[in-house]
């Protein structure tokens, strides 16, 4: 074999399914008439080595990288001690207020006023945590 057959990769399916969607997302966003879509998709599934499939989407826009999520989630729980102290607390004040109406007996539920705010201060807190963690966030000094 020759020497730059060697340092060639051969592309998996994986790869080639990769690439298609890459196409047909430009495709969509209409980056590409409908006719370069069929022929780069052609291209696709004919390729052998992935400089050919790079070679395919070389003109299109890079996606943007993945922002993290919302870190009300398991995760992002996990990687917060002080957002799953500020859940504990505000919801043991829920309970208690929950607590205190149901044993004095009041007929409007006043519970929900404070368990609101609780939320709110709960979300504010989970957005700037994410804030704080996005690319390109301001480092405070």
């Not at 299109?60 to 859940?87: N, Y």
């Amino acid at each position: 074999m020759e020497d730059n057959r060697t340092a060639r990769i051969r592309a998996a399916d994986a790869d080639r399914e990769r690439v298609a969607t890459a196409v047909q997302t430009a495709g969509s966003e209409g980056r590409l008439t409908l006719e370069e879509v069929e022929e780069r998709l052609a291209h696709v599934y004919r390729a052998r080595f992935t400089d050919e499939l790079t070679a395919l989407t070389a003109d299109l826009p890079r996606p943007a990288p993945a922002r993290p999520g919302f870190p009300l989630t398991r995760a992002g729980l996990r990687r917060h001690p002080a957002l799953r102290l500020h859940l504990a607390v505000a919801v043991a004040i829920a309970v208690l207020a929950i607590v205190r109406w149901a044993v004095l007996g009041v007929g409007f539920f006043w519970p929900a006023i404070p368990i609101f705010w609780l939320a709110v201060s709960l979300f504010v807190h989970a957005r700037v945590r994410s804030f704080r963690e996005s690319p390109g966030a301001a480092v405070p000094y």
